[in-house]
């Protein structure tokens, strides 16, 4: 029966993923120009520019573009089924971290300067935030016991009560990871950022679709991951969840409203310095009370 429900939620999530997360970029815009002051796109709009991407021709620069944006695709989507299967924790972030690369690699072989420099800025953004994310995976085990996520539904109390500092490292990093203001190096969509496309400057029609495609399944896994701090095998569980996952999502919305890029160099010691008080103290902490008890 397990493995049905595990089936059943990785094949809901590739099915579902996408609506979920064109909505949440439709109430993104929505909600950010009524902080702005203005009006705001219609909520559906992120459904109808993907359609318009996949209805042009497909222009690439490069003849391995089109196979390392696919790459790229695939592997986040993977991510997700594995992550809401709830299988290994580790082998989702790596997953994830391939896709990266695959993206990295795809704005590389344009051989456009911009493209490059967004490349770049996109490696920095992955040296920041990786360790936070394995830091995730370990303190899971430790709370747990098991890496695998699927073992998080059978415990009496949710992940957060020993695990709040890994909470806080991830929510800070999940900027980085949703490319909000003021850690969106690589790549934005706000016109009055110096390097505006940056890493997706040479991406086009069809090419471009599969690429926002691709950010909504992340970020839908993003929320996901978040989701996972608050469930437990007690009922109430999922409530608490859904509406952690909401704040933490409108939390990060205001911050993109209400911060402005920083330099690189903030970025990574920033990261690294949040990734080792709290990621890196919570698990100190939960050594220390294994020991003593």
């Not at 196979?67 to 695939?74: G, I």
């Not at 690589?186 to 690429?211: D, N």
């Amino acid at each position: 029966m397990i493995y049905l429900y595990r089936t059943l939620s990785m094949l809901a999530y590739v099915l579902l993923a996408p609506l979920v997360g064109g909505f949440l970029a439709g109430l993104d815009r929505k909600l950010s120009a009524r902080m702005q002051g203005r009006m705001g796109p219609p909520l559906l709009q992120p459904f109808y520019d993907l359609a318009k991407l996949f209805k042009k021709q497909v222009l690439a620069v490069s003849r391995y573009q089109f196979m390392m944006v696919a790459s790229f695709l695939a592997m986040v989507i993977g991510t997700g089924a594995l992550f809401f299967g709830g299988f290994d924790l580790l082998l989702v972030f790596f997953v994830l971290t391939t896709a990266c690369m695959f993206f990295v690699l795809a704005a590389t072989v344009t051989n456009s300067p911009y493209a490059e420099l967004g490349a770049q800025r996109e490696l920095i953004q992955m040296l920041s935030y990786e360790p936070m994310i394995l830091l995730t995976a370990v303190g899971f085990y430790m709370a747990n016991g098991s890496f695998r996520g699927v073992d998080v539904f059978y415990t009496d109390e949710p992940a957060i009560v020993r695990l709040p500092g890994v909470f806080l490292g991830l929510l800070f990093i999940l900027t980085i990871k949703f490319r909000k203001s003021p850690f969106d190096l690589s790549t934005s969509h706000h016109a009055h950022q110096e390097l505006v496309k940056g890493v997706t400057t040479e991406f086009s029609g069809v090419l471009m679709g599969m690429v926002e495609l691709a950010h909504w399944y992340e970020n839908v896994f993003l929320l996901g991951l978040v989701a996972l701090f608050f469930v437990s095998s007690a009922w109430w569980s999922g409530l608490l969840a859904v509406g952690a996952v909401l704040l933490v999502w409108f939390l990060e919305v205001l911050i993109d409203n209400t911060s402005a890029r920083v330099k690189w160099n903030h970025m990574l010691r920033s990261a690294w310095i949040v990734t080792a008080v709290c990621g890196g103290g919570n698990l100190l902490v939960l050594e220390i009370i294994r020991m003593l008890f």
